[in-house]
């Protein structure tokens, strides 16, 4: 959850009035937040970097405020503050209305064909005649971080550049070029540099550098132009110096920048109508038109009110609560959704504003009336339905083999569910088309490129890890593998598979035979071919040729047993013999 850090004062001044921090904190719970932290700017930093590095810093007492993931609206003080006036209804949710400019030529964003191979889609705005003071300027700034960071995704999604409109002139051109044809003076530093003298400048800056790897690889970089040639940004990385918002800006030209167009939308409605109060017009934004390369033109912001109708009963029924349609109605205007009772049926018109962009499904809207009326407030009762709660049976199996597994003598591993594609191929003689093993579409390293197809690699990598310890090493592990598998829906399936390894001097084949034949006691299934075990010479090559058998059970193979490979054990980097045993549970439930 993102934490919104706020000046109690300021945000008491704000409200109206004053909190103890009990009543503020029973305040948090009824509007579903919670009050994480009390504390200073000089607290936090005594903490971080001990009192020395404090000496001079604020005392001023802030809220830390926990906020649901979804609610960007209530990611600066603006936003709260006018989430919980309404919440306890000392004031109405404000209209926000889009206008034109007084000059009747909206500022305009062209973008170029040249995008595509980077950010395609750009949307922007102008908030008019706004003023700022100290705080106002500081809350338009962290907004601006906090959505980098949420919605944003680190500006992978969407980059966010705010300008003072009165130092540059439309229309603003977004294109992309190479490197080294972008030269201009970013922000707060005294001289122009390249776009590759940027990057590596920005490698040793403990903010941006997070940001670099977004475009560092691209063959050309975004930028945006005004009509004279100036640089507003290069996003997402900086701004330009020239265009830089101050306390004495009056007009602001907002652009978002994006991969996401829907995400872009989100950003910059959020933006303007959390500072749009501060505006000669209150709560009014001034258009802004972007021109996309094949033509289209689009009006931006779009601030969108969107009704949807759902049941008192429905809502009822879902919360369990008994109450009327206008008292449901009532609860949701508290909760920003301005809600009216239609026709005699019990029906309610919700309207969602542009701010609540997390009101997606009806069950949105439910939980918003549930918050409204209190969750303390809702009556235990039991349920209708009597169920009787029974452990899962794979699951049972599973924990009673492993009590007797670790009672014969072998530690429990536990190892990751993914992989790279040379653990459950190269390694042990495999070919990756033969593994039936589901691939990671975009795997962040080369160490969890697939879903394992067999836990045998990953206690071998166990035993790496740990080959220093006292010999024998006796491993096991009883966890899901995954399979390709076309019958089922997500195209995979889960299998519950059993697996140990013996490592030691000599190869100890005879310890893991003894294994296999304690675990099939504990299963009750006695040895022969018809309706018992029993195993057979095989070729794996996995294995060393000739040590190999694989273990059949109910007429079907579930698996196989063997002394490993020296190929295999060398590709583990293991120096000794290594014997294993890796069989699938299912077939006995």
Do not use: W
Not at 166 to 186: L, Q
Not at 313 to 319: C, G, L, M, T, Y
């Amino acid at each position: 959850m993102p934490t919104v850090s706020v000046k109690r004062d300021l945000l008491f001044q704000s409200l109206g009035r004053e909190y103890t921090d009990e009543e503020f904190d029973e305040l948090c719970f009824e509007f579903g937040l919670e009050l994480d932290e009390i504390t200073s700017e000089k607290d936090i930093i005594s903490k971080e970097q001990g009192d020395v590095k404090a000496e001079g810093a604020s005392d001023v007492i802030l809220y830390k405020i926990d906020v649901p993931a979804n609610r960007y609206d209530l990611l600066c003080l603006e936003g709260l503050v006018r989430g919980l006036q309404v919440f306890k209804e000392r004031t109405e949710a404000p209209r926000y209305t889009r206008v034109n400019p007084a000059d009747g030529e909206p500022q305009k964003l062209i973008i170029t064909e040249e995008t595509a191979l980077v950010r395609p889609h750009a949307v922007a705005a102008v908030l008019r005649n706004i003023t700022f003071t100290k705080d106002r300027y500081e809350s338009f700034i962290e907004l601006q971080e906090k959505l980098h960071q949420n919605v944003c995704r680190k500006r992978t999604l969407v980059a966010i550049g705010t300008h003072d409109l009165d130092t540059i002139s439309g229309p603003f051109t977004f294109t992309a070029k190479p490197p080294a044809d972008i030269k201009f003076k970013p922000l707060n530093q005294s001289k122009e540099y390249t776009a590759p003298e940027l990057m590596n400048l920005y490698k040793t800056d403990s903010h941006l550098r997070h940001f670099l790897h977004i475009i560092e690889d691209k063959p050309v970089y975004p930028v945006i132009y005004d009509s004279n040639g100036i640089v507003l940004s290069m996003p997402p990385i900086i701004n330009g110096d020239h265009s830089k918002i101050s306390l004495n800006t009056k007009n602001v030209f907002i652009e978002c920048t994006a991969t996401d167009v829907t995400k872009a939308k989100i950003v910059l409605d959020m933006m303007v109508t959390m500072f749009s109060e501060y505006c000669d017009e209150p709560f009014t934004v001034e258009a802004a038109e972007v021109v996309y390369p094949d033509g289209k033109t689009c009006i931006y912001p779009e601030l969108p009110y969107r009704k949807e109708t759902i049941t008192s009963d429905f809502i009822n029924k879902k919360v369990g609560f008994n109450e009327t349609p206008e008292s449901i109605a009532k609860l949701l205007t508290r909760m920003y959704l301005k809600s009216e009772v239609i026709g005699e049926g019990g029906e309610i018109e919700v309207e969602i504003p542009p701010t609540r962009s997390d009101i997606i499904h009806a069950c949105d809207i439910v939980e918003d009336a549930a918050m409204a009326y209190g969750f303390n407030n809702l009556k235990r009762t039991i349920p209708r339905t009597y169920t009787v709660a029974n452990q899962f049976p794979l699951n049972k199996l599973t924990e009673l083999l492993r009590q007797d597994l670790a009672a014969a003598g072998f530690t429990e591993a536990l190892t990751f569910a993914l992989c790279s594609q040379e653990d459950i191929a190269e390694k042990l003689n495999k070919d990756i088309s033969s593994t039936k093993a589901a691939h990671i579409a975009n795997p962040k390293t080369a160490e969890f490129q697939v879903a394992r197809t067999t836990l045998l690699s990953g206690l071998l990598k166990t035993v790496a890890a740990n080959r220093k310890m006292p010999l024998p090493l006796k491993l096991f592990e009883i966890s899901d593998v995954v399979l390709k598998d076309e019958t089922r829906d997500v195209g995979a399936r889960n299998n519950r598979r059993l697996c140990a390894v013996y490592y030691n001097k000599s190869p100890g084949f005879e310890v893991i035979h003894g294994l296999l034949d304690r675990t099939m006691q504990l299963l009750d299934v006695k040895p022969g071919r018809e309706k018992g075990y029993y195993i057979q010479a095989a070729e794996d090559s996995t294995f060393f040729p000739g040590r190999c058998a694989e273990v059949f059970a109910h007429g079907q193979s579930i698996g196989r047993l063997g002394v490993l490979h020296p190929d295999v054990i060398n590709k583990f980097e293991l120096t000794m013999p290594c014997s294993a045993l890796d069989i699938d549970i299912e077939p006995f439930l």
